[in-house]
């Protein structure tokens, strides 16, 4: 167990000489927060370790392409981990489950009631407290991981609200978790 | 602050970026403002220590397997505390001590001195010896110092070759069930080097050498023996020009002109 803090670039150095202390490093420090992304977007802890290692693994072999020019090397590990865990729910298998879900969710918004019809996880649950037409922008493209434009036709919705509606989502939300 | 970098950081237009939300209109944009703007850049920033913050307030700890896959993991790669921590430098050569002031009165003077003067004498036989000591270790480091230093050219070589995009890779994998045996092969696509990586493979007995071989359409071709060492780092063998797979064997030292059968260790497909 380390003792130090390394800053970002001291950090980066060494994961880019592929030192155990690195990436043991990296290990302790961000792999809970990174399960927790690849959770709330799987809906399965269990399933989403499997997922863990492998956004590991590709942040291994990738490293190498990191620079700090587009942003901090957490930001640049969540990309990873999103994409992995977003590949997985559009699998073949999880894809039925997910036709499901969304078919409860429309219901959800039909009817309007605020129960969950799926056990969300972590800052899922924080999402599905937003009003509703945020809410249903920001879970598509959040953790459901549709692009502004795939959710704009899949909605019927121009783009540009679609990009708004994201947007606001995303400071309600900051000010959700700021107030608690 | 600039109204329209007011405006810019207040639409939320860099949250949805640094979420992960936004597309590569949207992240042009920002990377175009960040950069006329410090406001912007700033608030980047920012941004992005706050999703870090959040996903801790989320996190969930791996179970022991998961860490122990990753410690496997990277126990098949190889990677180990490989950085050189600077070696201490010699110590300095010590200073003799610096010979005791005059004695005022004669009668002790001479007694005084004598004693003085074979204490000195035997300082000087200490200190002579230290310093020899001191000598001798400085050149085990040096010579140490230089071992690593090629070593850890070799590596750098090696990684080097790995990051060459006009190399390809094929890792050589375990044929026998439950070993980590593993190799690492690069095959320059311009000039058809082959370059071969030991990341594991059990020591070979004296008199015997592992060899590489290029299946060139079934059949085994013979690519070069492996140093018994294994090698620092990449170890360039024979040009090959075709191949379909590569494969290594255990052979007798030296080489062998035809693969023994069921001495394959570790085989990848190209």
């Known amino acids: 167990m380390s003792v130090t803090n390394y800053t970002e670039h001291e950090l980066v150095a060494k994961l880019q000489s592929r030192s155990r202390e690195g990436f043991t490093y990296l290990y302790e420090h961000y792999s809970a927060a990174l399960l927790g992304v690849i959770a709330s977007i799987i809906g399965d802890a269990a399933q989403a370790e499997d997922v863990l290692q492998e956004v590991l693994v590709n942040v291994f072999r990738k490293i190498d392409n990191y620079d700090n020019s587009k942003g901090r090397l957490y930001t640049w590990m969540v990309n990873i981990a999103r994409n992995a865990a977003i590949d997985v ?45 945020l809410r ?20 019927g919705i121009p783009l540009g609200t679609v990009k708004t509606r994201a947007r606001n989502g995303l400071i309600q939300l900051r000010k959700l978790l700021d107030g608690e | 602050m600039e109204t329209s970098a007011k405006a810019y950081i207040e639409s939320g237009a860099i949250e949805a970026c640094v979420h992960g939300i936004a597309d590569e209109s949207e992240w042009s944009e920002l990377l175009q403002m960040a950069a006329l703007f410090p406001e912007v850049a700033a608030a980047k920033l920012s941004a992005e220590a706050r999703l870090e913050q959040i996903h801790h307030q989320f996190k969930i700890v791996p179970s022991l397997q998961a860490k122990s896959n990753w410690n496997a993991f990277l126990d098949a790669e190889g990677v180990i505390n490989q950085e050189l921590h600077a070696l201490k430098k010699p110590a300095p050569i010590v200073q003799l001590m610096p010979s005791p002031k005059p004695i005022q009165w004669l009668r002790g003077a001479v007694a005084a001195s004598i004693l003085l003067l074979m204490s000195s004498i035997l300082l000087n036989f200490y200190f002579w010896s230290q310093v020899t000591t001191v000598k001798n270790e400085n050149k085990v480091l040096v010579s140490q110092q230089n071992t690593l230093l090629v070593q850890n050219n070799a590596l750098q070589a090696g990684y080097n070759l790995l990051r060459d995009t006009a190399m390809l890779q094929v890792m050589l994998q375990p044929v026998k069930e439950a070993t980590s045996d593993k190799a690492t092969l690069l095959w320059d696509t311009r000039t058809k080097d082959v370059y071969v990586m030991v990341n594991h493979l059990p020591i070979p007995e004296a008199g015997k050498q592992y060899q590489l071989w290029a299946i ?36 007798q030292a030296g080489g062998s002109p035809i693969p023994t059968p069921n001495a394959m260790f570790v085989l990848g497909k190209v």
Do not use: C, W
């Open chain 1, 136 to 155: 249903e922008i920001l879970d598509l493209a959040y953790f459901v991981g549709l692009t502004q434009d795939e959710i704009s036709k899949n909605l």
């Open chain 1, 89 to 133: 729910t559009r699998g073949k298998g999880f894809r039925q489950q997910r036709q499901n879900q969304m078919l409860d969710e429309n219901v959800y918004d039909a009817v309007g009631v605020e129960t969950l019809k799926v056990d969300h996880i972590g800052l899922r649950k924080i999402v599905a407290q937003l009003p509703n037409e």
């Open chain 2, 216 to 251: 060139v359409d079934g059949k085994p071709i013979d690519a070069g023996v492996l140093p018994t060492n294994g090698g620092e780092g990449m170890v360039k063998m024979k040009n090959i020009q075709q191949a379909q797979a590569f494969a290594i064997t255990l052979e």
